[in-house]
């Protein structure tokens, strides 16, 4: 795998509204899927062009303003941790450095540059691989309704955040407009079948606990995150987006404090935003003004910071 390293990005100051890409244009590409962030461009026979842009969707609507730097904070990331974790299992990346990207690839490399990968085209699992080691969120509605987390009973008495007392594995459905929905175990066993489950459930929480205990030297705890799988030539491979702040719960280990929401370095800050003007969550998906979209992409760039010890370039 191999990363560009040349060119120190611009500062979220110093950026305009034309830095941000909020939709992708090669018209002599064949669109092979567009989703909340993602372009996907198919490149031959079995190659395929990731290309993240800066859109940035809250309550499953995309929204009118993009986030400055966010599509190469999750490109960035995912390569670090597909680098990361090599030893414990194979990615579909075959290399995000543009100059070796294929010659119709060419014209485009300043839209391209920072921001996209070339990856082998994979058979997908239809289930997205959970792994979370304290409770929020979805899970955290789920354990007070009904003490357990997709068929997995927890101890009584549980906080929002507290730590669990080991890892555990929720699998869901993927969804192609609104929430995933959570499954038990049992459930994507009969989806996949009992030994690829077994496979994709051992792989997420060694995955899990390999980057929750490297991001806990970072001063970051990891509180949950999600993976997708395909099948290539390699066998069993990691794809798509890993361990960034739009698929996992980032929180500053300096500021947790179990029993309640956490600061994260995630978009919860939108959010939060979206919540405080009381918009109603129906089309058309509000505009953010200029404070939060720089907040927002400054909290996006220092994940990044944090996580690699290393300033944002490409």
């Known amino acids: ?11 979220v100051n110093t950026l305009t509204p034309q830095d941000t890409l909020l939709k992708t244009n090669f018209p ?9 962030v993602r372009d996907i461009y198919r490149v031959g026979e079995d ?3 990731f290309v993240a842009t800066d859109r940035i969707s809250a309550f499953d609507y995309v929204l009118a303003s993009g986030i400055p730097l966010k599509g190469t904070v999750l490109t960035q990331t995912s390569l670090f941790w597909f680098e990361f974790l090599k030893g414990v299992v ?16 060419q014209k485009y490399r300043t839209q391209l540059r ?11 699992f239809p289930v997205e691989c959970v792994a979370r080691g304290y409770i929020s969120g979805s899970a955290w509605k789920e354990y007070k309704a009904s003490g357990s987390v997709s068929g997995i009973k927890l101890p009584a008495g549980l906080r929002e955040s507290d730590k669990l007392p080991e890892p555990i594995f929720t699998p869901a459905t993927k969804a192609t407009t609104g929430h995933d929905e959570n499954i038990s175990f049992e459930q994507m066993q009969e989806i996949l079948g009992a030994d690829v489950s077994t496979k994709l459930r051992d792989l997420t929480l060694n995955i899990y606990s390999s980057a929750r205990d490297y991001a806990a030297g970072r001063g970051i705890i990891i509180a949950d995150t999600k993976f997708e799988f395909g099948q290539t030539e390699k066998g069993i491979v990691l794809a798509d987006e890993v361990l960034t702040p739009d698929s996992s719960r980032f929180w500053p280990a300096d500021q947790y404090k179990p029993g309640a929401t956490q600061e994260s370095f995630d978009k919860q800050y939108v959010r939060d935003y979206l919540e405080e003007i009381h918009w109603n969550k129906l089309p058309p998906a509000p505009a953010l003004p200029p404070q939060v979209v720089a907040k927002t992409s400054e909290k996006y760039v220092d994940a990044y910071r944090k996580l690699t010890g290393s300033e944002l370039s490409f």
């Open 90 to 105: 194979s990615n579909h990346v075959v290399t995000a450095k543009v100059d070796d990207y294929p010659a119709e690839l």
């Open 47 to 49: 190659r395929l062009l």
């Open 1 to 11: 795998m191999c990363v560009d390293s040349s060119t120190t990005i611009p500062t």
């Open 114 to 124: 920072g921001r996209s990968m070339l990856v082998a085209r994979a058979q997908m």
């Open 28 to 36: 002599d590409l064949e669109l092979f899927a567009s989703g909340k």
